[in-house]
Each structure stands twice: as structure tokens, then as C-alpha cells.
């Protein structure tokens, strides 16, 4: 009978869960933050229902994604577009902020064309089911007493 060291387990368990772990970090994180895009490449819809003043201002065209396979509908809320109407009309309109998976492959996308500026924002699943903080993005900031992801633009 072949009897292994305690040793080598331990090394060879803690290996497996480095591997395992990276590779589910490397999965988890392959989108990107908000981030400018160059809109001439760009083969998708860009929304420009986004409520800013931006008479003047240079814009720049943001694309916002989200990794969800089970949902049916995404929409993107922000400061830009009254919370999808919640703050004008104190109720959810899900015709602001439409995301798009046209592929479907689980990646929801919009692009929004927005002056610099601070932006809060979160996703909403399925018609205002939930809403949720950009998993890929570290900013975050408050809006009375809510965490809300960030996306700052600057010139």
C-alpha cells in the first residue's frame, strides 16, 4: 500500500483552489467598467434618450454592459434618465434605458452618449425585479442613504 504525504495534499488542495479561483475571477470580470467607445465602430443602438444638458458640451458615448443569462428584460437607471422615471413619476417606465442582447449571449449592452460629468447608475432586471450595482465597476457613491455605482467623465 502507497501512503501520500499530508504535505502533498495540503499543496496539491491548495493549487486546485488558486486555479479554480483565478480562473472564476478571470470569467467573473470580463467585462469592463462603463467605459468610452469609439461610436464610429460601433455596429449596436445607441439610446440618446439620456436627460442631460449637453447643449455645448462634447459627448461621449458610454457603453454600459451586464452579464445576466436568466433575465428577460435589463434596463440601465441613472441620474441621467430620472431613474428610468421613478424620480419624476415615482414609478418604474420600462421604456428608459432599454439594454440590448442581440447575440443572446447573456451580455446586455447600451450605449448612451453623456457630456463629463458624475454619474450614478445601477441595472435593472426584469421590469424593476431588482437592481443591482455594476459588478465591474469599483466606484460607488450615495444618493440618499443608497449605494449606486459610479461613472465619472471628464473631458
Request: include cysteine.
Amino acid at each position: 500500500m502507497k501512503y501520500i504525504s499530508t504535505g502533498k495534499i495540503i499543496i496539491t488542495v491548495l493549487l486546485i483552489f488558486s486555479i479554480t479561483g483565478c480562473v472564476g475571477n478571470l470569467i467573473k470580470n470580463r467585462l469592463r467598467p462603463p467605459h468610452e467607445i469609439d461610436v464610429s465602430k460601433y455596429s449596436g443602438i445607441i439610446d440618446d434618450t439620456a436627460q442631460t444638458s449637453s447643449a455645448g458640451k462634447n459627448m461621449h458615448y458610454i457603453i454600459f454592459q451586464y452579464e445576466n443569462k436568466a433575465a428577460h428584460y435589463m434596463n440601465l437607471a441613472g441620474n441621467f434618465n430620472g431613474w428610468c422615471g421613478t424620480k419624476e413619476y415615482d414609478r418604474f417606465d420600462p421604456s428608459a434605458g432599454i439594454m440590448r442582447d442581440d447575440n443572446k449571449d447573456g451580455i446586455w449592452e447600451i450605449v448612451l452618449p453623456l457630456p463629463s460629468g458624475r454619474y450614478q447608475y445601477k441595472f435593472v432586471i426584469d421590469q424593476g425585479a431588482s437592481w443591482v450595482e455594476d459588478p465591474n465597476n469599483p466606484l460607488k457613491d450615495f444618493e440618499n442613504g443608497i449605494e449606486n455605482s459610479l461613472l465619472i467623465i471628464s473631458d
